[in-house]
């Protein structure tokens, strides 16, 4: 009885001990993601939030803030630079206006299967890192979206069929997509699409079925067309600042939680394609293969896609595209 009384106590000291010492050094981070919470990509990165949180034993705790709500999607890159916030998530090809090496995986059907991704992934990896590095950013993990289709409000066919018709891009290429297949381009973060498919700002996209599901979007929309154009990343990106103070064992932490997050990620990427198509048909869509004529038409226009981005990107695209194909 009486040393039963002792063991509860002492360990009531040691846990009083140990809150005080995590107390004394805690750190909390902020995790600004633009996407919504139920996404897998926000998903992945709340477990990697706790793994960090056990893994250092609370000295670093790591709080994520999905659906745009810390900062928009657009603003979560420059804020982590100039370390308003330490660590976040983004779409590594919205920033293809900046550096066009980060539109390497929107090329279309340059890559267009999970396994494929994996391998452009290597093949880009140490270039994407280097120019993130002189970014004042440190590249933590990157994990794919499901392949990309077509959404639109009415039966589609051929290229002709979408001319005049207003389109939401997310970056760079998808804009040029919709110049090449005469739409009207609009950029709206995936936060804000259903409002804009609601209104007609815009009544097609490019995008995975991971996002029409989130977004609800046979509330106004009928058709995904399944292409299968590329597989475009998300990253976890820390300020450098901020890393470069961390302690090696925590920086150890860090970087094994981000190892695993980008394996189960991209697995659960892969499970969440299914069942996002399947979502979207259950909404009352029609989802199926484009036909043939729409995608004969659409790699016509990949080609030159495939082209520009090559003459832009310069020896480094090159060598990035060279590496992937010798995988293949
Ligand atoms: N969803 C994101 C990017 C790619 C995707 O599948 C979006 O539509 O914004």
Redesign the pocket.
């Known amino acids: 009885m009486r040393s039963n009384h002792l063991t509860r106590l002492s360990v009531g000291v040691a846990a009083a001990i140990l809150t005080f010492a995590g107390s004394a050094s805690a750190e909390k981070w902020d995790m600004p993601m633009a996407?919504s919470a139920t996404n897998f990509h926000s998903a992945t990165g709340a477990e990697f939030a706790k793994c960090v949180t056990t893994g250092t034993g609370g000295a670093i705790e790591i709080v994520t803030h999905p659906s745009g709500s810390l900062f928009k999607g657009a603003e979560i890159k420059r804020a982590i630079q100039t370390g308003q916030a330490p660590i976040g998530e983004r779409?590594l090809s919205g920033h293809q206006n900046e550096n066009v090496l980060f539109g390497f995986d929107s090329i279309p059907f340059l890559a267009t299967s999970f396994d494929d991704s994996v391998k452009l992934w290597k093949a880009a990896k140490p270039s994407i890192e280097k120019v993130l590095d002189a970014q004042n950013l440190k590249l933590l993990y990157a994990v794919p979206?499901?392949p990309?289709g077509l959404y639109f409000k009415k039966e589609v066919n051929s290229v002709a069929d979408m001319k005049g018709v207003k389109f939401r891009s997310?970056n760079t290429a998808t804009a040029r997509l919709a110049e090449l297949t005469g739409m009207l381009p609009v950029q709206i973060?995936?936060a804000e699409i259903s409002q804009a498919f609601a209104t007609g700002v815009a009544s097609s996209?490019v995008?995975?079925g991971?996002?029409g599901y989130d977004r609800k979007v046979w509330e106004s929309l009928t058709h995904f067309y399944e292409v299968d154009a590329w597989l475009?990343r998300n990253y976890v990106m820390v300020n450098k600042g901020v890393w470069n103070k961390t302690s090696k064992a925590n920086q150890g932490v860090i970087q094994g939680c981000a190892t695993l997050a980008e394996y189960t990620g991209f697995w659960r990427s892969k499970e969440y394609t299914g069942f996002t198509l399947n979502g979207l048909r259950a909404g009352g869509m029609t989802v199926g293969l484009a036909g043939d004529k729409l995608v004969a038409e659409l790699k016509e226009i990949g080609k030159t896609m495939t082209a520009e981005w090559l003459e832009k990107a310069g020896a480094e695209g090159k060598a990035i595209v060279d590496a992937f194909r010798a995988m293949k």
């Open positions: 996407y779409l979206w499901p990309q997310y973060e995936a996209m995008s995975s991971s996002t475009p």
